[in-house]
């Protein structure tokens, strides 16, 4: 073992009014979960959690530790732990790497919606512009994010948050998989548009077809292609499909540009059969 410095962390002490002000004023964080708060504080009240932790300030705001702070307040009891104080913005997303942090935590920590559904359309993209691509079974991606990363993948792809709300807005119509819902979208709505920053352009066409027809299923019938299509996810969501038991990410992403392709051209499609490969088809326009 290599001793590269002697610093040690102060060991500190604060009254539950003291926490409550600093849960108040803490930094921008990652989803507060008032289940796990009331999990800890629990544990502080059975006498099972040991004031050993660690919590962090980034310029005087509490950028680690809202859970322990806030379940000092449910508990009535003062918080004892050590203190990290430092100015590096960056730091909370190397937190808990891979384990209780996740790519959802990071962007929420920068005021994105949607975190969850964005997290996920991430590595559904990512796998698809990778030479991996994005594979047939369970899951399907091919590619793992961290969390310290997240956010310069999601520079990446400009004005993904248009098509992450428009799939979490219209989620209650048809329960797609929203990550790969949010990349089909995403890359119709590139593909018409034409340019690589699609922010504040419009997409009237791929708008169309996800919110009216593949979400909402207004204005099908026998034949029309989203409605096919709707009826094949239908069976694999119910595991109606022999040997799938969900609409994998390659299914929603492969199968919908299929049937894209067959409306974008006004052609019918009554059966729908999606090959077990990687590279996605051409997109089409009219």
């Known amino acids: 073992m290599k001793i590269k410095t002697n610093q040690t962390l102060p060991y500190e002490e604060y009254s539950v009014e003291e926490c409550q002000t600093i849960f108040n004023d803490r930094y921008n964080n990652r989803t507060f979960r008032m289940s796990h708060a009331k999990l800890l ?4 009240k059975n ?31 003062p918080f004892r732990g050590y203190v990290r104080r430092h100015d590096n913005p960056h730091l909370f997303a190397t937190y808990d790497c891979g384990a209780k942090r996740s790519n ?5 920590v920068e005021n994105k919606k949607n975190t969850k559904t964005l997290a996920s359309a991430l590595k559904v993209l990512e796998s698809i512009h990778r030479k991996q691509g994005l594979k047939h ?9 961290e969390p310290y990363e ?9 004005d ?10 219209h989620y209650k119509h048809f329960k797609y998989p929203t990550g790969s819902a949010t990349a089909l979208h995403y890359l119709l709505r590139k593909r018409e548009i034409g340019v690589q920053n699609t922010e504040g352009l419009d997409s009237p066409l791929a708008d169309k077809f996800m919110i009216e027809h593949l979400m909402k299923g207004y204005g099908l019938y ?6 096919t299509f709707r009826a094949y996810a239908q069976k694999c969501l119910g595991k109606e499909v022999p040997g799938i038991d969900r609409l994998t990410h390659q299914q929603m992403v492969h199968g919908g540009i299929m049937t894209w392709n067959k409306w ?13 490969v990687t590279e996605l088809p051409k997109i089409l326009l009219p």
């Open 41 to 44: 504080a629990t544990a502080m």
């Open 47 to 77: 006498g099972n959690f040991i004031d050993e932790t660690v919590i962090s300030f980034y310029k005087g705001q509490l950028d680690d530790g809202q859970h322990r702070m806030f379940a000092c307040i449910l508990a009535q009891r």
């Open 104 to 108: 959802a935590d990071t962007l929420s």
């Open 137 to 145: 079974g369970v899951g399907g991606v091919t590619v793992r994010i």
């Open 150 to 158: 997240v956010m310069e993948v999601y520079a990446k792809y400009p």
């Open 160 to 169: 993904i948050d248009c098509s992450a709300s428009i799939v979490r807005s």
């Open 222 to 227: 026998e034949g029309h292609p989203c409605s």
């Open 264 to 276: 974008v051209k006004g052609k019918t499609m009554r059966r729908i059969k999606i090959p077990n």
